[in-house]
């Protein structure tokens, strides 16, 4: 026993018998405390950085649909009866269900996740009727995505040059951004 008690004074300096090899209590909490603090710092840049990632998207997708109304416009001389459902269904011809085709609205994003934005495509004219009613004119469109994310940015495209968004989404109009917008 004497042997055995020297090889380990040799080794670790000091006398330690065989359940002297765990953590401490305070080990274990500096450790949970630090992992605490990384937490902390690190949810608030993933959901900052997912907030970006879903107005990419957005500001992608009315990119997308201002290139196919001109290109509507185009073939017909006009944005009249454009609607943007054969842009939405799936690889055998189904209407995906994330587009509302009878208000043309698109819920964002496409892979039927949780809803961040909401996407409507109107005729620019008095009223903002749909560009498939018999009743628009088809001069103008206007693009308006308002996000379900009061932390994040409202957007709006329009046939006239408007490109604007803003946080405060009941600012956002069909002919405008309002109040603390900014040009995206």
């Known amino acids: ?60 997708e009315i990119q997308k649909l201002a290139e196919q109304l001109e290109r509507h416009k185009a073939r017909n001389f006009n944005y009249k009866g454009f609607d943007a459902s054969f842009l939405y269904k799936d690889a055998s011809g189904v209407l995906i269900s994330n587009f509302n085709k009878n208000k043309q609205e698109l819920s964002l994003p496409v892979d039927g996740s949780s809803t961040k934005y909401i996407l409507s495509i109107v005729d620019q004219t008095e009223g903002n009727p749909l560009l498939i009613n018999s009743t628009s ?29 803003n946080k405060t989404k009941a600012n956002i109009t069909f002919s405008g951004c309002g109040v603390g917008s900014e040009i995206w």
């Open 1 to 60: 026993m004497q042997k055995r008690v020297d090889i380990m004074k040799k080794e670790t300096g000091k006398i330690r018998s065989h359940h002297g090899y765990g953590f401490t209590l305070i080990e274990l909490m500096v450790t949970v405390a630090i992992v605490a603090i990384f937490a902390a710092i690190a949810f608030p840049s993933y959901q900052a950085y997912t907030r970006k990632a879903y107005a990419a998207q957005t500001q992608q």
């Open 137 to 165: 004119l088809g001069q103008g469109w206007a693009i308006k995505a308002l996000s379900t994310d009061d932390k994040n940015d409202s957007f709006l495209k329009t046939s006239n040059g408007i490109q604007c968004k």
